[in-house]
């Protein structure tokens, strides 16, 4: 819920601290991550499965094996140092072909394959497959259930224009700026909240207003939504100049929900703009058309463009 102060759109602290003792970055990245970064050196074996499920599926990949062929390597070195006379089939008594035949029966342990070329001979190696076989079972559990929720988590992918505007709108001005859905599932009940946060100008104590929408919550996301906040007296931005703005770290902070058709869950998109991604004086380019066949096809990567209006254009609106 937001908390007005009274008589005026400034609200309550919605998280990010009103007294901070200095000046600080954009308060949400370009990826809807928050820029806050938290010294978790004392609790990082509590942070891992948190990190694994939000690094990206490449990165996440290249871990998953790395961590397979380190362990295997290990193995393979107990292997190796308990003797070849414990493990039957070495193709070959020298020892990098030795330690290599050592690792490939490690690799086959680990993941259960057991080919047979290779065993154990001797009590100790057989209790060390033994042990190195449950390790694995246990790995692939772990990755197979990371990688599972990492597919299931239902996640909105929104494209934001990279700039929002001032435009002309009814007899005074509006800041604009839109957003489409850049996936195929059906996205619905689409709701949104969108703060700005200001310096003081006497200190580097935050205040965050309300911008209040013209139109705040849409039943259905097919096409692109632009969102419109009207620049009228009681708006934080109303004569405030670009300069000032800039001066005073302005930071326009978007929160949008919605309800995933495909997942049957309510998702978040989080996304900002600072003063100086704030284009004036300009309108929006239509980023879709209709084909030949009457389809609506809309053009993603139109949605950032803009135009500049002339100045007849800019007096008319006065």
């Known amino acids: ?14 998280g990010f601290g009103e007294k901070v003792g200095g000046r600080t970055q954009r308060l949400i990245n370009k990826d809807g991550s928050f820029n806050v970064q938290s010294d978790t050196s004392r609790f990082a074996g509590h942070n891992i499965y948190q990190y694994l499920l939000e690094i990206n599926i490449g990165t996440f990949i290249l871990l998953a094996m790395g961590g397979f062929v380190m362990l295997s390597a290990a193995f393979a070195v107990v292997y190796y140092m308990v003797g070849p006379e414990s493990l039957s089939g070495q193709r070959d008594a020298r020892e990098l072909h030795s330690f290599l035949d050592c690792f490939y029966f490690s690799t086959q342990t680990f993941t ?14 057989s209790a060390i497959a033994a042990l190195e076989a449950f390790i694995g079972l246990l790995f692939f559990a772990v990755a197979t259930g990371l990688l599972y929720s990492r597919f299931s988590k239902p996640k909105s992918k929104l494209l934001f224009s990279n700039n929002a505007i001032i435009a002309p709108f009814n007899d005074g001005k509006a800041l604009m700026f839109r ?17 700005l946060v200001m310096r003081n100008k006497e200190d580097t104590n935050r205040n965050f207003y309300n911008l209040e929408l ?21 708006s934080p931005f109303y004569n405030i100049t670009p300069q000032e703005l800039i001066e005073r770290d302005g930071e326009i902070m978007i929160l949008i929900s919605g ?13 900002s703009y600072v003063a100086k991604e704030l284009v ?18 809309i053009k993603l990567n139109d949605i950032h463009n803009y135009e500049l209006l002339p100045q007849e254009t800019l007096d008319s609106a006065k």
Do not use: C
């Not at 039943?219 to 969102?227: I, Q, S």
């Not at 309800?259 to 996304?271: C, I, S």
């Open 214 to 234: 013209q139109l705040d919550k849409v039943v259905f996301l097919p096409l692109t939504w632009t969102l419109v906040h009207p620049i009228a007296e009681e």
């Open 112 to 125: 259960t394959v057991g080919y047979g070329a290779i065993a154990p001979q001797t009590p100790l190696a």
């Open 179 to 195: 957003l489409a859905n850049m996936r195929r599932n059906t996205l619905m009940e689409m709701s949104a909240r969108v703060i």
């Open 259 to 271: 309800f995933d058709d495909t997942f049957n869950q309510t998702v978040h998109a989080r996304y």
């Open 1 to 14: 819920m937001i908390h007005k102060k009274k008589g005026s759109n400034r609200i309550s602290d919605p």
């Open 280 to 297: 004036r004086n300009a309108r929006f380019v239509r980023a879709f058309q209709i084909d030949e066949e009457g389809k609506v096809v």
